[in-house]
């Protein structure tokens, strides 16, 4: 069975159809890359997983429930994070604050506290700055700030919506690395992402979304070497 399974999901803006009956899924343990141009649904996509928008049809299922009408702060305490495009750090908060609103649906103290170190292991940028405000970070540091919130869950699926955007070349290397090894230490992702080329690098699979349909699916290294692919995404 998928961990995630979307299906024939239509969501609208007032009269304009953004998703025209998208179905696809997620297994335990992959990296998903859904790729695709500006406006084609990805973000939309993302926002109906995690409770945002609610489709006119079609479903929602996560390890066998479904949470199409599941309210957001239910989803992520029945194990969905969301790392937002644009980063959505508190900016006036210090870095552990932020850090400790990621995990505002657990109780656990002790365990909390344990989760905090691995995030300051996996990110020890983090850990040096965490006294300081979230919003006097670089784009970089912003982004891994906003990837260790969600972690602070301890999702079994994350969601990414465009990691890599604004960032300087050597942190898009060092975030792609990130989501790499956060998939080998047991977290399942689906990654949003218009770098596709980076994107098809580490993901499994990946989906090819144009005006609210997905359009082409398959294994991302096949994709990778796809001609029309290359043309459309990849800039060769």
């Not at 297994?27 to 109906?48: M, P, Q, R, V, W």
């Not at 495009?85 to 932020?98: P, T």
């Amino acid at each position: 069975m998928a961990m995630l399974e979307v299906n024939g999901i239509e969501v609208y803006y007032g009269m304009i159809q953004a998703l025209k009956g998208v179905t696809f899924q997620v297994d335990k343990g992959e990296i998903i890359a859904l790729i695709g141009a500006n406006g084609a649904g990805k973000t939309t996509t993302l926002h109906t997983i995690t409770g945002l928008l609610t489709p006119k049809k079609g479903t929602v299922t996560f390890e066998g429930k479904d949470i199409t009408h599941t309210p957001a702060h239910k989803i992520v305490s029945m194990g969905i994070a969301h790392v937002p495009e644009g980063r959505r750090v508190f900016a006036d908060l210090s870095v552990y604050q932020n850090l400790r609103m990621g995990a505002y649906t657990r109780k656990d103290k002790n365990e909390i506290e344990q989760t905090l170190e691995i995030i300051y292991e996996r990110f020890p940028r983090l850990k040096e700055r965490k006294n300081q405000r979230a919003g006097t970070l670089s784009g970089g540091e912003q982004q891994m700030l906003a990837m260790g919130r969600a972690l602070m869950s301890r999702p079994r699926l994350i969601v990414m919506d465009e990691p890599s955007m604004g960032l300087s070349p050597i942190f898009v290397n060092e975030i792609f690395d990130i989501i790499a090894e956060i998939s080998r230490a047991g977290t399942t992702v689906l990654l949003v992402e218009q770098n596709a080329k980076k994107a098809l690098n580490i993901a499994n699979r990946a989906y090819v979304l144009e005006t609210g349909k997905i359009v082409l699916s398959g294994d991302a290294k096949d994709l990778l070497n796809d001609d029309a692919i290359k043309k459309a995404y990849l800039g060769e």
